[in-house]
C-alpha cells in the first residue's frame, strides 16, 4: 500500500523527529493512489483485505470512542486495537459498540477475520493476527505489557504484508513504534493522532521520532482517512497472495521470540525476569529482549528498572523496621532478665536500625520522586 502524501494533513514521516513535519489546515482528504511498483503488485491489483491495527494506552478509551464514530460503516476492513489495560475484564468493545457503527467484540482465539467489526485484546493477553484469523495468547510482557501493541503490529505485518495500516493514538512511552517500523518495512501504512491533541503524546511522538509516518492527523479526519485507505486495498483483488517464507512465520500462532536477530549483550539484566537482556538496533531505534521473551524499548527498560529499584528499597525498608521492632523486643527481655550488658547491646541495634531505616526512607522518597516524571501507565504488579 502506497499512502497518498499531496494532501495537507498528510504527513511524510522521516526516521528523526527533527525533520518531521505535520501539516495543518484543510479537513478533506483525497483518496489515496495505489503505486504501481509497491511491493511488487500491479496498480489496482493488490489481493487481500485490509487490517487496521491500532494501538492506544493513557487517554486510549476517548480516543477510541471518538475514532469509533467516525469509521463509515462500510469499512472494508477489520479493525484489531490493543488498550493498555489491567487484567481485569474491560467493557471497551460495548462501549465501542454503542459509539459507533461497527460491531466490536473481545477477540477470541482462532476467531476468523471479518471486515468490518472490530477485535478488541482480552486482558493479559497478547493478539496475534495470523492469516485469516486471530490468536489469543499468554506470553512474555513486552514493556512490562501485556497486551501490548508491539506484538498486535509485528504480526499483522508479517502476515498481511502491504495491507496493514497501523494506527497509533494516544499514550504515554513508546509502545507500538518498534510494531509501526515493521508494518512500514513490510509495506504497510503508517498512521500516527496529531500529538498536540492527544492526552498523552509520548506513543505518537515516538512513533513521529523514529518512523516515516504517512499521516499525522487529528481523530476526527481519521475515520474517513482509514476507510479511503481501506478501500483502496479491497478493491485490488479479492486474495492476497500465496504464504512466502516471510510471512509463514505469522501462521504459528505464538510469539516470536527470536524478531530481531540475536542482538548483542547488553550490560544489565532484564528488570523483570533478571535474565540478560540482549541490545537489538532496528536503524535508529534500540530494542532489548532477554530470552525469556521480555521485550523493552529503552523508556520502557528504563522504567522497569526504576519501578524494581522501588520494589527493592521498600523492602528494605521493611526489613530496616522490622530489626527496629525486634531490637527493642529484645533489649526489653534483657532488662527483664536483668541483664544490662544484652540490653545495652540490643538498645544500640536497634538506634543504629533506626538510624539506618531513616536513612532508606529518604532515599525510597528521592527514587520515587525522580520516577515520577516517567509517564509509566502499567497497571501495578499483581
Not at 487517554?59 to 477489520?78: F, I, K, R
Not at 482517512?225 to 492476497?240: D, T
Request: proline fraction near 8%; charge should be neutral.
Amino acid at each position: 500500500m502506497v499512502c497518498a502524501s499531496t494532501a495537507p494533513l498528510d504527513h511524510e514521516g522521516t526516521s528523526r523527529s527533527g525533520r518531521n513535519q505535520r501539516s495543518r489546515g484543510q479537513a478533506s482528504l483525497p483518496a489515496p493512489t495505489m503505486s504501481n511498483t509497491h511491493a511488487g503488485y500491479e496498480e489496482g491489483r493488490m489481493p487481500g483485505q485490509a487490517i487496521i491495527v491500532v494501538g492506544a494506552s493513557t487517554g486510549g478509551v476517548e480516543a477510541l470512542l471518538t475514532l469509533a464514530g467516525v469509521l463509515p460503516p462500510d469499512l472494508p476492513a477489520a479493525v484489531l486495537v490493543v488498550l493498555h489495560t489491567s487484567a481485569h475484564p474491560s467493557a471497551l468493545p460495548r462501549l465501542l459498540s454503542r459509539r459507533g457503527p461497527l460491531p466490536a467484540h473481545q477477540a477470541t482465539d482462532g476467531a476468523p477475520l471479518q471486515p468490518g467489526r472490530i477485535y478488541v485484546a482480552p486482558a493479559d493477553h497478547h493478539l496475534l493476527v495470523a492469516r485469516g484469523h486471530l490468536h489469543v495468547v499468554q506470553g512474555p510482557q513486552e514493556h512490562g505489557l501485556c497486551p501490548a501493541v508491539d506484538p498486535l503490529f509485528r504480526s499483522a505485518a508479517e502476515a498481511y504484508g502491504p495491507h496493514v495500516i497501523g494506527v497509533i493514538l494516544s499514550g504515554h512511552l513508546d509502545d507500538g513504534t518498534a510494531g509501526l517500523l515493521a508494518v512500514k518495512r513490510h509495506g504497510g501504512c503508517a498512521v500516527v493522532q496529531d500529538p498536540d491533541e492527544a492526552v498523552a503524546p509520548g506513543m505518537p511522538r515516538s512513533a513521529l521520532a523514529y518512523v516515516a509516518v504517512d499521516y499525522t492527523l487529528p481523530l476526527a479526519s481519521m475515520g474517513p482517512l482509514l476507510g479511503r485507505l481501506a478501500a483502496a486495498v479491497a478493491a485490488g483483488a479479492e486474495h492476497r497472495p500465496d504464504a512466502t517464507p516471510e510471512t509463514a512465520a505469522a501462521d504459528h500462532g505464538g510469539l516470536d521470540l527470536t524478531d530481531g536477530g540475536a542482538g548483542t549483550p547488553a550490560p544489565f539484566s532484564c528488570p523483570v525476569c533478571g535474565d540478560v537482556l540482549s541490545e537489538i538496533r532496528d536503524g535508529g531505534l534500540v530494542r532489548f529482549r532477554c530470552q525469556v521473551g521480555h521485550r523493552f524499548s529503552p523508556e520502557s527498560v528504563a522504567a522497569d528498572q526504576q519501578a524494581a529499584l522501588g520494589h527493592t528499597l521498600w523492602r528494605a525498608l521493611m526489613a530496616l523496621n522490622e530489626r527496629v521492632l525486634l531490637m527493642q523486643r529484645l533489649a526489653r527481655e534483657a532488662g527483664h532478665r536483668r541483664d544490662p550488658r544484652a540490653r545495652r547491646r540490643f538498645e544500640a541495634q536497634a538506634r543504629a536500625a533506626e538510624v539506618q531505616k531513616e536513612q532508606m526512607r529518604q532515599m525510597l522518597r528521592t527514587v520515587t520522586d525522580a520516577g515520577g516524571d516517567t509517564g509509566d501507565e502499567r497497571p501495578p504488579a499483581r
